[in-house]
């Protein structure tokens, strides 16, 4: 018989949520096969079985999870109606407890033992706790778990910290004032999507930034499109967009101005400048914002980029897009023109990056060409950049760069 526990996947992934068991209780799997799906803050992963046999499931759907918390047991019949019946002793027992006064308590395997040390007993932590407990400064053989089997969550990590600084002040602190409405409200717990928005929102805050915004005569854009989407489609069952030679011309643009292609290393005060180019769209989906990467966009084509585009924009809108599809981007474009509007912004920074480019709806408008004076197709942009890192005058020259690429027919000629 094996656990089936919710592991670290990496990524800074603390929690999750349980959005579908694949299988009911009592039914057959087989090892690696997927058995749960559950939602994190990047993306919805798929938890395989460790083994064959029969699973018990231990948490219900649509619950919060821990990372390290059992999910299931897999195993024979025999071996989890054991895990039933010691459950329920162990209920019976507690029951007992609490009827007698006199009555001993029940052990676990965190609960420190007649004659143990709290070294001695073995601390059930994940790393990711253990990670918390050390900056609260929280000796974890000190504290007893209350999650499966006397695993340590962050709870009781939070718990043994309140704990210290209550012992610390000789009055209790106030209790804060309960919120009160002027009429009926509704609670909405957020989605491990949204709080993870949330949170690099506040990351995005504190960094000083300032914007950029110009405009684009995008008549040359416009007619390439124009004339090539047709083909692509035909010849390469790509749709061709905007967006994709959007990218190409600022990769382009990157190359001649490195800073913004960098993120800041504020503990040793370096600039980290990176050789390759990682492009991050900003992409909505049904629970939320989604980072999708186009990975290595200076090696491919327009055409793979449209290629790459018209996957990822599937798998955001299917919630199939996994971790690895939405990690390690260099620079970020927000396309604010697919939504239908816009004219200009100040978009939030993707933390760690230096800067974002906000593409705008391309509309009609009056441009010059040649001194004279006509209506042709405009493409506004915005660029948010990290003032420690670079100033007004790069981010003009990193504008005004992408501008002069989406401008040239020559460039945007070679698909």
Do not use: C
């Not at 004032?177 to 805050?205: C, H, L, T, V």
């Not at 600039?271 to 914002?289: F, Q, S, T």
């Amino acid at each position: 018989m094996k656990e089936l526990n919710f592991v670290d996947i990496g990524e800074g992934i603390t929690e999750g949520h349980i959005q579908k068991w694949l299988f009911k209780d009592g039914d057959t799997v087989k090892a690696d096969e997927a058995v749960v799906q559950i939602e994190t803050d990047k993306a919805v992963v798929n938890i395989p079985a460790p083994i064959s046999g029969t699973i018990k499931i231990n948490v219900p759907d649509n619950s919060d999870v821990k990372v390290g918390e059992i999910l299931a047991y897999i195993g024979q019949p025999a071996e989890l109606e054991g895990i039933t019946a010691g459950r329920r002793m162990a209920s019976e027992q507690q029951g007992a407890h609490q009827q007698s006064p006199m009555a001993a308590p029940a052990q676990s395997a965190a609960v420190q033992q007649p004659g143990q040390t709290p070294r001695q007993r073995e601390i059930m932590a994940t790393p990711a706790i253990r990670k918390l407990a050390r900056d609260l400064n929280v000796d974890l053989s000190k504290v007893t778990g209350t999650g499966p089997g006397g695993r340590i969550q962050e709870s009781d990590v939070k718990s043994a910290t309140a704990s210290a600084q209550a012992g610390a002040q000789q009055q209790p602190s106030p209790r804060p004032a309960s919120q009160n409405f002027g009429g009926e409200i509704e609670r909405i717990p957020m989605s491990q999507p949204r709080k993870a928005i949330a949170r690099s929102m506040e990351a995005s805050w504190s960094i000083p930034k300032a914007a950029h915004m110009d405009i684009i005569n995008a008549n040359a854009l416009y007619d390439i499109v124009e004339k090539e989407k047709a083909r692509a489609e035909r010849e390469n069952g790509v749709k061709l967009t905007y967006l994709a030679f959007i990218i190409k011309a600022t990769v382009a643009a990157l190359k001649e101005n490195p800073y913004f292609n960098s993120q800041y290393d504020r503990e040793k005060q370096e600039i980290i400048l990176k050789k390759y180019y990682n492009i991050g769209l900003a992409a909505e989906a049904p629970d939320g914002l989604r980072v999708a990467v186009v990975k290595n966009a200076d090696k491919k084509s327009v055409l793979e980029i449209a290629k790459d585009l018209q996957e990822l924009g599937a798998k955001v809108k299917s919630l199939t897009i996994t971790t690895d599809e939405m990690k390690d981007s260099t620079f970020t474009i927000s396309n604010i023109g697919s939504l239908g509007g816009g004219y200009l912004s100040f978009p939030a920074i993707n933390y760690p990056e230096v800067g974002i480019l906000a593409v705008h709806l391309i509309r009609d408008a009056p441009v010059v060409e040649n001194g004279q004076i006509k209506v042709g197709k405009i493409l506004p942009f915005s660029i948010s950049f990290d003032h420690r890192i670079v100033d007004g005058a790069e981010a003009v020259k990193f504008g005004n760069a992408i501008m002069r690429y989406l401008q040239d027919p020559a460039f945007l000629g070679a698909l």
